[in-house]
């Protein structure tokens, strides 16, 4: 019998994709993936190490984790009647949604330039995908979101606040539009919220049909790999149908239920971040670079009189790791994406800054 090969089984959508790349970046300075920088206080360590040494390994995890669950209503002040669903970071919420709604031609919609996942996903589960790209300064085009939702009536639309990687927050009633025109789910997806002025957990009482998508991967938590998923209980018991058992695991539950019950130490440390987004816009800015209003942990630059992909390059060889932007979507053409560091590891980046420009 002749052998078969990958390409007489695997679907062509997946054999035209690409995997997700993420590099190595051992020994270098990490400015490229909207990590929290800081560690944890000795203290907190020693503390969260003693917690660790006494977790069953040989007994399967919580399959609700109740602890988690417990903790994250009480710090995100959500309210009672409202379901959380877990996962094994956004990305696998994003999954189980996708999953949940894949109907034969069904369709995901997002704004474009967007989180990457959204795409990737659809594909991954065989749903149609439907880009609207944003208006030149990364406002929502509303015209084009409103008549591609009523185009293609899709299952699920997903609008990131504040988006990656613009950095930035939509106008809330054209959010409101959008909702109220939706046919299917909506999933504001609030990723970034530590870094953020706004939040849209309250909508969850107004809109049935909305979830609120959020992560413990920005606030310092990225290793553990923990997201969540708010909304009627209604609609996260179908979602749970497609959660793999014990999807989160001991060692996972025990740090986040212990993180969380010291979340003002992570909060301190985004209000750091915060602040150090603002002097790196400002030095950005004065290095001549067009410099994209943020409210998350990065900032987006355009370079001006200068090469995107030339810059990223020499930052490399310096061992500082950024994210270039060009070539990702017409929009992002010339730009760069850093994430916010701490005090050192930024100025470090603009003394190489400087050297680079100079050339």
Aim: charged fraction near 20%.
């Amino acid at each position: 019998m002749t052998q078969p090969t990958p390409e007489q089984l695997i679907r062509p959508e997946i054999l035209a994709l690409q995997a997700y790349h993420v590099g190595d970046a051992s020994g270098m300075i990490k400015l490229d993936a909207m990590e929290n920088p800081f560690r944890w206080p000795a203290p907190m360590i020693a503390e969260w190490q003693q917690i660790l040494a006494d977790c069953a390994l040989n007994r399967y995890p919580h399959p609700q984790a109740p602890d988690v669950v417990a903790a994250l209503k009480d710090v995100m002040g959500v309210e009672a009647g409202t379901g959380v669903l877990l996962g094994n970071g956004s990305d696998e919420i994003i999954q189980l949604l996708a999953m949940a709604v894949a109907k034969p031609g069904a369709t995901l919609l997002a704004p474009e330039p967007g989180f990457v996942m959204y795409r990737m996903i659809a594909t991954y589960v065989g749903m149609n995908y439907r880009g609207v790209s944003l208006n030149p300064d990364f406002s929502l085009n509303m015209a084009d979101m409103l008549s591609a939702i009523e185009e293609t009536s899709p299952a699920l639309i997903f609008l990131a606040q504040p988006n990656n990687p613009t950095g930035n927050l939509w106008d809330e009633s054209d959010l409101q539009a959008i909702i109220e025109a939706a046919p299917g789910l909506v999933v504001i997806d609030e990723a970034y919220l530590p870094f953020s002025s706004r939040d849209h957990l309250s909508w969850l009482q107004k809109y049935d049909h909305v979830l609120v998508m959020r992560t413990l991967s920005k606030v310092g938590l990225a290793g553990l790999r923990l997201g969540m998923l708010f909304g009627s209980p209604q609609w996260l018991d179908e979602i749970n149908k497609v959660r793999m058992p014990y999807n989160i695991n001991v060692l996972t539950q025990a740090s986040a239920a212990y993180a969380l019950k010291n979340y003002r130490v992570l909060n301190d440390q985004c209000s750091l971040l915060k602040k150090e987004r603002e002097k790196m816009m400002v030095r950005l800015t004065a290095m001549g670079f067009e410099v994209f209003p943020s409210q998350a942990n990065f900032v987006l630059v355009r370079a001006t009189g200068h090469s995107a992909k030339g810059i990223f390059e020499a930052l490399k060889e310096k061992k500082i790791l950024i994210k270039c932007m060009d070539g990702s979507h017409p929009l992002l053409e010339n730009c760069l994406r850093f994430t916010v560091g701490k005090s050192d590891e930024n100025t470090t980046l603009f003394n190489a800054m400087s050297s680079i420009l100079s050339v």
